[in-house]
Nanobody
Framework: QAQVAESGGGLVQAGGSLRLSCTPSLSVLSYNGMGWYRQRPGKQRELVAAISRAEATNYRDSVKGRFTISRDLAKNTVYLQMNSLKPEDSAVYYC?????????????WGQGTQVTVSS
């Protein structure tokens, strides 16, 4: 299965910003889209933001206006810019290729990157 490498997490105060990066082993354009997911303690993994091959984007309601997903094809990297962070954004963030139904393409996930927002 394709691999991804996520990075950019860390500890930040509420109101701060972080930029996450995801570099898949295959070309970003190999996927129908790319998504950023997160898993908070005791919760199921949830889709936070997605970008299609045509660069259409969509966001979870709770992050709209604060998070921005983008990509750099030259670097084969997908980013998640997170601004105005809140303690409830604390989670492990994962990147995943998406299929035609905007579902995860693979069963195996990367290690993710931890985001911790202090109040």
């Amino acid at each position: 299965q394709a691999q991804v490498a996520e990075s950019g997490g860390g500890l930040v105060q509420a109101g701060g910003s972080l930029r996450l990066s995801c570099t898949p082993s295959l070309s970003v354009l190999s996927y129908n889209g790319m998504g950023w997911y997160r898993q908070r303690p005791g919760k199921q993994r949830e889709l936070v933001a997605a970008i299609s091959r045509a660069e259409a984007t969509n966001y979870r309601d709770s992050v709209k206006g604060r998070f921005t997903i983008s990509r750099d094809l030259a670097k084969n990297t997908v980013y998640l810019q997170m601004n105005s962070l809140k303690p409830e954004d604390s989670a492990v963030y994962y990147c995943m290729g998406l299929d035609l139904k905007a579902q995860p393409m693979f069963d195996s996930w990367g290690q993710g990157t931890q985001v911790t927002v202090s109040s």
